[in-house]
């Protein structure tokens, strides 16, 4: 059976949710993010902002150069999550097949109903619209890969001032061609280092990869080169999943000011080795690698890894790994503008058996009895000692990350 894969994305979501909040934004210049005195970023941008060279994941401060009469709005995220849910209750009313891969984001599998792909993609489009006001843009494919692609062509190719509502169908049979003409970068795993790889092999196009010996690309890229040529032929076997399983758990924070200070970085780290663990723990996970992340003034990031001997959720032996790799990575006296935390290679709790408390089994009861106390009291209700002298951290702002 020929399967009919829809991709759709919300045309820039916040953006739409705030015209509905706020009509008068309607057809300006705005855009949701943090404050620039804050080092905030832009989230989402409307359209009319995009001429100006706006878009999401630039510093706040950087949008108002290049338009000083941009509107930024810190945004209400709680009712865009609500927005979201009503957006995917529509999916799950046409099909139980729903991969939500973002809040604006998601596929579905409609290849169990009759009607063609085509047509309930443009069903689902006006739904949406006329249920929620918002804006959509949806390909249509056998396959995930290509509707992903399809729908970012047919947002570029929309000719609108506006939200693109585009709707592009690549019929089966059709992929490669459609993929052939693309540069390199639209492809899945095609990142600016593949790129430049690429291109100094002459390959500048999807389908160049497309032509080239296979045996040779694997002999480059190993199995990357692999997935890249099947890619490039427009095969994508992965089915629509249903159930999203967390790969990784992390905190960054982003400072008010650049940071020299080792001991305020080393109070940050704890909170957010802190924040981690107890995530980690309320999820019933072990997680088996550490990762930093650290962000100079200029921008230039960093991030550094390690595997632990054995799988934790214990805060102790997460902080020990993440000040193991920050002593290696920090520069004294160079200005941190980010730093964060994270934990990954994940897998469930097994409980062992024996007549006496082990010294790990120690530490969990005290882990457990902390976390008790924070539930109850707050989470500063019991601090380390290297904590309770240090300033409060009210200039930062904080994000916490679960993939």
């Not at 199995?223 to 960054?252: C, F, N």
């Not at 408390?357 to 290297?386: C, F, N, P, S």
């Given at each position: 059976?020929i ?217 480059r ?6 997935d ?30 650049d ?28 997680g ?32 020990k790994?993440?000040?193991q ?23 469930l ?38 904590d ?16």
């Amino acid at each position: 059976m020929i399967r009919k894969i829809i991709h759709l994305d919300l045309d820039a979501f916040f953006c739409a949710v705030e015209e509905q909040h706020d009509p008068s934004l309607r057809g300006k210049a705005f855009a949701v993010g943090g404050m620039p005195e804050h080092r905030g970023v832009i989230a989402s941008c409307s359209y009319p902002a995009r001429k100006y060279g706006i878009h999401s994941a630039m510093p706040t401060a950087r949008a108002l150069q290049l338009y000083p009469d941009l509107i930024v709005v810190s945004g209400r995220h709680r009712h865009y999550g609500d927005m979201s849910r009503k957006v995917m209750e529509h999916l799950y009313n046409r099909s139980d097949l729903v991969e939500q891969i973002s809040i604006d984001e998601a596929f579905i599998d409609v290849s169990d109903l009759k009607a063609e792909a085509g047509t309930l993609a443009r069903e689902l489009q006006a739904d949406i619209w006329t249920a929620l006001h918002l804006p959509c843009s949806l390909g249509v494919a056998t396959n995930k890969l290509v509707a992903k692609i399809a729908n970012n062509v047919g947002k570029v190719s929309a000719s609108t001032t506006g939200p693109p509502m585009a709707i592009k169908i690549i019929p089966p049979g059709q992929e490669a061609a459609f993929l052939a003409p693309l540069p390199v970068r639209e492809l899945w795993g095609v990142g600016p280092k593949t790129a430049e790889d690429l291109e100094q092999l002459g390959i500048q196009t999807i389908g160049d990869i497309a032509q080239w010996p296979v045996d040779d690309f694997i002999a480059r890229f190993g199995q990357h080169g692999e997935d890249l040529a099947r890619r490039a032929r427009g095969i994508d076997t992965r089915p629509v999943s249903t159930e999203h399983e967390t790969k990784s758990i992390s905190q960054e924070t982003t400072f008010a000011r650049d940071i020299t200070d080792p001991d305020q970085l080393h109070r940050t780290l704890l909170h957010q080795v802190e924040n981690v663990g107890l995530r980690l723990r309320r999820a019933d996970l072990l997680g088996s690698t550490v990762k930093i992340k650290l962000r100079w003034a200029d921008f230039t990031t960093l991030t550094r890894q390690m595997t632990l001997d054995m799988p934790t959720n214990q805060d102790d032996a997460i902080l020990k790994a993440a000040e193991q790799l920050f002593a290696k990575t920090w520069i004294p006296l160079k200005p941190v503008r980010l730093l964060g935390v994270g934990i990954s290679g994940f897998e469930l709790p097994g409980r062992q058996l024996s007549l006496w408390e082990t010294h790990a089994q120690r530490g969990e009861r005290l882990q457990q009895a902390l976390d008790t106390v924070r539930d109850r009291y707050g989470k500063r209700a019991i601090r380390r000692a290297v904590d309770v002298d240090g300033p409060a951290q009210n200039d930062e702002r904080d994000k916490e990350t679960s993939t």
